[in-house]
């Protein structure tokens, strides 16, 4: 819950600044209805959260945010839909037989048409037997969530390059590829 009476928060579109409908996720802009000292008015967050609509179990009536689900910069647009990064680990992180690293790789074809290839490494310790089965498992119940149809390939545990910077897991040679 945040107290509605105190603070404005819109969920909108990084892209374009417009509103998203509640339940979406969006990047969290903050106005301050009673702080003197230094307000904030309309304050890019560049968190990413969504509205949780309905009403809340517990009675209070104040709306309710989720909680903070990654970065706008880290944002994907991928054949006109946004993509996060932590929507992908959310739904990577449903399956026990996969591990937590994973690279996104954005390629554009000769006719312009973008593709996504989204690797996958396999938990430690799991065998490589149900691979075909899992990939295409875990693109299913990305494209019902996200929204995107993906290629996804599982890998061996160990070889994905580690890294701590969400943005560093996001290769986009959309761009290069046209030069
Ligand atoms: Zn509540």
Known sequence: HYWADLFIIEVLDPETLEPVPDGEVGEMVVTSLRKEAVPLLRYRT???TRIIPGACACGL???RHDRILGRSDDMII????????GQIMDVIGEFPELGGEYQVELTRDARGLDHLTLTVERAGGATAGGDAALA????????SRILARMDVKVADY???????SKSKRVLDKRYADAN
Do not use: C, E, K, Q
Not at 158 to 164: A, H, I, K
């Open 46 to 48: 560049h968190d990413l």
């Open 61 to 63: 009536a104040m709306p």
């Open 78 to 85: 991928y054949r006109g839909v946004n993509i996060y990064p």
């Open 136 to 143: 295409g498992t875990l693109a299913g119940r990305l494209r």
């Open 158 to 164: 160990g070889s994905l390059p580690r890294t701590f």
